[in-house]
């Protein structure tokens, strides 16, 4: 059987590389044998760099980013500014910003590359980007965000500000700050305006092209090639929800391989949402247990 391991991350636990060795390390023995970049390194290569910058609360931290030999420049939003970088009791996006995704991003660009890509999502923010917006101001090269979900601006609130440890107290507030900034009004309703708490509408204020996130990764990492020897697709994510289906990578894998006709099998450490058809497993939901979960899972699959 030919299997293909494509899993997402499971915030906080494992990153997606992780997850899929996992995965595959269970597959491989039955059969005998957090991160967008370092998936997208592993099959295009590139020079890791760094950069000092601001986390969600202003601490200084190192953030990486990868040069593509082609000159096209990578910078992934959870570096700088990623929910697993604040303690669990340390979230309030009242509090957090994302003034260090736009330091990271003017550092990038004094490295003059040829393009921009900056993947939005896993951020510990809802501001709308506020806090990019008081330092940087503009792109001087052509600029992709890629947002993880097709969200408009307000669902920033309304869908996930719960997740980066809104009270539902304060999801007033965080509506009506993210309704005055002007500057976002035009922008609202894109598809992924709302993607890393309203960074989408922030980059689209600057200038940045919206792209669908998952579709681009699956483009770098040659998914739809690797798709067509494939007998069997194993893809999943932390939490299997509503969220999972308007954009994350998961969900269009999950629609990929049903277009092809390829097995697909999904996996969540909670699986809270799935459409008909959809061939789902609940992990332990431990995650202390998450490797072993995802490596019995692929041994399961393979046997």
Do not use: N
């Given at each position: 059987?030919?299997?293909?391991?494509?899993?997402?991350?499971?915030?906080?636990?494992l990153?997606?590389?992780?997850?899929?060795?996992?995965?595959?390390?269970?597959?491989?023995?039955?059969?005998?044998?957090?991160?967008?970049?370092?998936?997208?390194?592993?099959?295009?290569?590139?020079?890791?760099?760094?950069?000092?910058?601001?986390?969600?609360?202003?601490?200084?931290?190192?953030?990486?980013?990868?040069?593509l030999e082609?000159?096209?420049?990578?910078?992934?939003s959870a570096?700088?500014i990623?929910?697993?970088?604040?303690?669990?009791?340390?979230?309030?996006?009242?509090?957090?910003?994302?003034?260090?995704?736009?330091?990271?991003?003017?550092?990038?660009?004094?490295?003059?590359?040829?393009?921009?890509?900056?993947?939005?999502?896993?951020?510990?923010?809802?501001?709308?980007?506020?806090?990019l917006?008081?330092?940087?101001?503009?792109?001087?090269?052509?600029?992709?965000?890629?947002?993880?979900?097709?969200?408009?601006?307000?669902?920033?609130?309304?869908?996930?500000?719960?997740?980066?440890?809104?009270?539902?107290?304060?999801?007033?507030?965080?509506?009506?700050?993210?309704?005055?900034?002007?500057?976002?009004?035009?922008?609202?309703?894109l598809?992924?305006?709302?993607?890393?708490?309203?960074?989408?509408?922030a980059?689209?204020?600057?200038?940045?092209?919206?792209?669908?996130?998952?579709?681009?990764?699956?483009?770098?990492?040659?998914?739809?090639?690797?798709?067509?020897?494939?007998?069997?697709?194993?893809?999943?994510?932390?939490?299997?929800?509503?969220?999972?289906?308007?954009?994350?990578?998961?969900?269009?894998?999950?629609?990929?391989c049903?277009?092809?006709?390829?097995?697909?099998?999904?996996?969540?450490?909670?699986?809270?949402?799935?459409?008909?058809?959809?061939?789902?497993y609940?992990?332990?939901?431990?995650?202390?247990?998450?490797?072993?979960?995802?490596?019995?899972?692929?041994?399961?699959?393979?046997?």
């Open positions: 059987m030919r299997a293909l391991a494509s899993a997402a991350s499971l915030k906080g636990v990153g997606a590389g992780e997850a899929a060795a996992a995965l595959a390390e269970g597959l491989r023995a039955a059969d005998g044998g957090e991160g967008t970049l370092e998936v997208v390194s592993t099959s295009l290569g590139g020079e890791w760099r760094e950069a000092d910058v601001s986390d969600p609360l202003g601490r200084p931290r190192s953030a990486r980013w990868l040069l082609d000159g096209t420049a990578l910078v992934e570096e700088a990623g929910l697993g970088l604040v303690l669990e009791e340390e979230r309030d996006p009242l509090v957090t910003s994302s003034r260090g995704l736009g330091e990271l991003i003017i550092e990038v660009l004094d490295a003059d590359p040829a393009e921009l890509v900056v993947f939005l999502g896993g951020t510990a923010t809802v501001d709308g980007g506020s806090g917006l008081e330092v940087l101001g503009g792109f001087s090269v052509p600029v992709r965000a890629a947002c993880d979900v097709r969200a408009p601006l307000l669902d920033a609130v309304r869908v996930f500000a719960e997740q980066k440890g809104a009270r539902a107290e304060q999801l007033g507030e965080l509506e009506r700050r993210l309704l005055a900034q002007r500057s976002l009004v035009p922008y609202r309703e598809a992924g305006a709302g993607a890393a708490g309203g960074l989408g509408a980059m689209a204020a600057l200038g940045a092209e919206l792209v669908d996130g998952a579709a681009l990764v699956l483009e770098f990492v040659g998914f739809h090639e690797r798709l067509g020897d494939a007998d069997l697709v194993v893809t999943g994510e932390g939490t299997v929800d509503r969220t999972t289906w308007i954009g994350k990578a998961p969900g269009e894998v999950a629609r990929l049903d277009e092809a006709g390829v097995r697909c099998v999904l996996f969540g450490g909670r699986v809270l949402d799935r459409p008909d058809g959809v061939e789902a609940e992990l332990s939901g431990d995650p202390a247990c998450a490797r072993a979960d995802l490596a019995a899972l692929g041994q399961q699959l393979a046997g």
